[in-house]
Nanobody
Framework: QLHVVESGGGFVQTGASLSLTCTATGDLDELLATAWHRQRPGHPRELIARLTSGGLGTYEGSAGSRAAISANDARNTVHLYMHSLQPEDTAVYYC??????????????WGQGTQVTVST
């Protein structure tokens, strides 16, 4: 079992940058990837950035184009950096650890989310 916790959210001004941290506690031997998602009010959860255990990073959407994902060597700490925040970036930001489950399965371990509010 993996325990995942996000931190670093809060209130930021338009145009500012954001730095979030995700910490995982538990066995990471079956880690496939870590990812950051967000859920804006009235919208489905969306992927921002994903980092494979091999170090390949991919980004999606307008948030992804302003983001950078990184992790320490142990992969138990993952960071998300975003710049040029706008009010539409207001959302709950979630960290996701993708773990291999058996021969073909994948388990997702989510944190509780951290609220980011961008003020005008």
């Amino acid at each position: 079992q993996l325990h995942v916790v996000e931190s670093g959210g809060g209130f930021v001004q338009t145009g500012a940058s954001l730095s979030l941290t995700c910490t995982a506690t538990g066995d990471l031997d079956e880690l496939l990837a870590t990812a950051w998602h967000r859920q804006r009010p009235g919208h489905p959860r969306e992927l921002i950035a994903r980092l494979t255990s091999g170090g390949l990073g991919t980004y999606e959407g307008s948030a992804g184009s302003r983001a950078a994902i990184s992790a320490n060597d142990a992969r138990n700490t993952v960071h998300l950096y975003m710049h040029s925040l706008q009010p539409e970036d207001t959302a709950v930001y979630y960290c996701d650890y993708e773990m291999r489950a058996g021969a073909v399965g994948i388990d997702h371990y989510w944190g509780q989310g951290t609220q980011v509010t961008v003020s005008t």
